[in-house]
């Protein structure tokens, strides 16, 4: 099981060390929605909508994930019954 550990490790290390620098249209997406509802555009009000709906789902996955593992596979504790 460490093994697998190292190796996930391992492989998270590589991937980061080797990212690509990238340029952020973050500032573009922003100007863009607030002329857009400024001119009554209504495809730029749905923008908040749409990030906020692709931000969601990787947490709500993770959620899951994490509520499966605790109840399905934690150690489960037997009750004493006051016997020596």
Not at 36 to 49: E, F, I, M, S, Y
Not at 70 to 77: G, T, V
Request: charged share 10%; hydrophobic share 45%.
């Amino acid at each position: 099981m460490k093994k697998l550990v190292y190796i996930f490790l391992l492989v998270i290390a590589i991937s980061a060390g080797q990212s690509a620098p990238v340029q952020a249209q973050c500032a573009m997406c922003t100007i863009s929605a607030e002329q857009g509802v400024k001119n009554g555009n209504t495809q730029a009000k749905g923008l908040n909508t749409g990030v906020l709906y692709l931000m969601a789902i990787p947490y709500l996955l993770i959620g899951s994930l994490g509520a499966l593992w605790y109840f399905k596979f934690r150690k489960k504790s037997t009750p004493s019954l006051g016997h020596d």
